[in-house]
């Protein structure tokens, strides 16, 4: 199985301030068709998950634009730019490139 | 608009069968690419995947839980079922089913709590 390695394990940060949140592959993600299916996936308190990035960097419909994913290989990294107060919650890095899919253990971002 | 909504018994006594049953609605799983999975989440734990179906048929699992699920799916009825045998403590969890598109989870249902207790 493919281990997804997430850092830091919380993260507390100011209102409008940045925060980066890493994740790292047992194994490249890079699929023999050349994608790299590595999601971000942001789960606020007592919700489902919700994706907000997949391959890499491409955001989803609807999600904000300071959200920004970057990486490759191994190593991956999610990006708010100006952190909001609804931005508070747990963030998973998730891969899609091998079965079993398999998940970060989450980052909880909470406001300082 | 798509939905997906988990639903099945809130308790089971452990070595009891769980089945859980994932009704959705605003696609077709017999479109190519398109699958629906299942998640689980203990309480205050990360994400935990299980299992995937597509609409051919084509199944896929966890390898450490394979010997104790099923994922079948009834595509007249927009749904997908997943069967867990003998059901331990430790699978207190929410499990939940997701659809599956361009190689990302992309919706989620609300999740369904099971508690595994005697």
């Known amino acids: 199985d493919i281990v997804m390695t997430q850092t830091p394990v919380s993260s507390p940060v100011t209102l409008g301030q940045p925060a980066s949140i890493s994740c790292r592959s047992s194994q490249s993600l890079v699929h023999s068709d050349g994608n790299t299916y590595l999601s971000w996936l942001q789960q606020r308190p007592g919700q489902p998950p919700r994706l907000l990035i997949n391959?890499?960097?491409s955001r989803l419909s609807g999600v904000p634009d300071r959200f920004s994913g970057s990486g490759a290989g191994t190593d991956f990294t999610l990006k708010i730019s100006r952190v909001e107060a609804e931005d508070v919650g747990v963030y998973y890095c998730t891969q899609g490139t091998q079965f079993p899919h398999t998940f970060g253990q989450g980052t909880k971002l909470e406001i300082k | 608009q798509i939905t997906l909504r988990e639903s099945g018994p809130t308790l089971v006594k452990p070595t009891q069968t769980l089945t859980l049953t994932c009704t959705f609605s605003g696609f077709s799983l017999t479109t190519s690419g398109v699958a629906v999975g299942w998640i689980r989440q203990p309480p205050g734990k990360a994400l935990e995947w299980l299992a995937l179906i597509y609409g051919n048929d084509n199944k896929r699992y966890s390898p450490s839980l394979n010997s104790r699920l099923t994922i079948t799916k009834d595509t007249s009825k927009n749904q997908v079922v997943l069967t867990m045998t003998d059901m331990d403590p430790v699978d207190t969890a929410t499990y939940y089913c997701?659809?599956?598109?361009?190689?990302?989870?992309?919706?989620w249902g609300q999740g369904a709590l099971v508690t595994v207790s005697s």
């Open positions: 391959k890499i960097s």
């Open positions: 997701a659809h599956r598109e361009n190689w990302s989870y992309d919706y």
